[in-house]
């Protein structure tokens, strides 16, 4: 079955430290790969997307991502986390139709 | 140009009852999609539509029900409310035509089933 695994759920970080969140997707092929943030009575907002070509995409508000096609994971980063970028991250994958299956959310927590 | 809008934005049913909730696509978007968000979870696919026409379902049950109109604004319809129904319902906008599946999402509505 298609899923989506977002390990870790919940994750703290200093303001100014670097970000990593993992995201590791089981699918038939490979499919096209989102990360989308939500702010606290918000909706989802896309932050960057996976098509295809260069595996290391940049996406809005510095954040970028790595496709690794052997490791089935598309982690989200970011070198300098601000205060504003608290909110949930949601993995997401699709394959040619917008049927997204999202994993569960990593919150994240950042401290001045 | 407005995002996608949903109404109503938090409403508050009791068991058996049915809701109806609505979604206006982003300009120039032709495909409507519906999720669900369960508190704590990611967001679950619902249906979409296209052309007036449910095109995909995911694993919902016939109590959930929708409609698209004429003007791409669509209908999300749950009938005999349960407790579980209670969530966050996403509505998205795409344009097909442009091949690949970029979603804009609203901002939600709040169900809640007492």
């Known amino acids: 079955a298609q899923s989506v695994t977002q390990p870790d759920i919940h994750i703290t970080v200093s303001e100014g430290a670097s970000l990593e969140l993992r995201c590791n997707y089981s699918?038939?092929?490979?499919?096209?790969l989102f990360w989308y943030v939500q702010s606290p009575g918000q909706g989802l907002q896309l932050l960057l997307k996976?098509?295809?070509?260069?595996?290391l995409v940049q996406g809005i508000k510095g954040f970028e991502a790595e496709f690794k096609r052997s490791q089935s994971s598309f982690n989200l980063r970011k070198p300098s986390v601000h205060w504003s970028d608290a909110a949930e991250y949601f993995c997401?994958?699709?394959?040619?139709?917008?049927?997204?299956?999202f994993g569960t959310g990593t919150r994240l927590q950042v401290f001045p | 140009d407005a995002g996608v809008t949903q109404s109503p934005t938090h409403l508050i049913k009791t068991r058996g009852q049915q809701v109806t909730l609505r979604c206006s696509p982003k300009?120039?978007?032709?495909?409507v999609s519906w999720y669900q968000q369960a508190l704590g979870q990611g967001p679950q696919f619902i249906f979409q539509?296209?052309?007036?026409?449910?095109?995909q379902r995911g694993n919902f049950p016939d109590r959930f029900s929708g409609h698209q109109f004429p003007n791409y604004s669509s209908e999300l319809n749950v009938n005999a409310l349960l407790l579980g129904d209670s969530a966050l319902y996403l509505c998205a906008s795409s344009r097909t035509a442009s091949g690949a599946n970029v979603l804009t999402f609203g901002a939600g509505s709040r169900l809640t089933v007492l």
């Open positions: 699918y038939g092929a490979t499919p096209y």
């Open positions: 539509y296209y052309e007036e026409e449910e095109r």
């Open positions: 300009s120039g978007h032709d495909t």
């Open positions: 997401a994958v699709g394959y040619n139709t917008d049927k997204l299956i």
């Open positions: 996976y098509f295809s070509g260069d595996t």
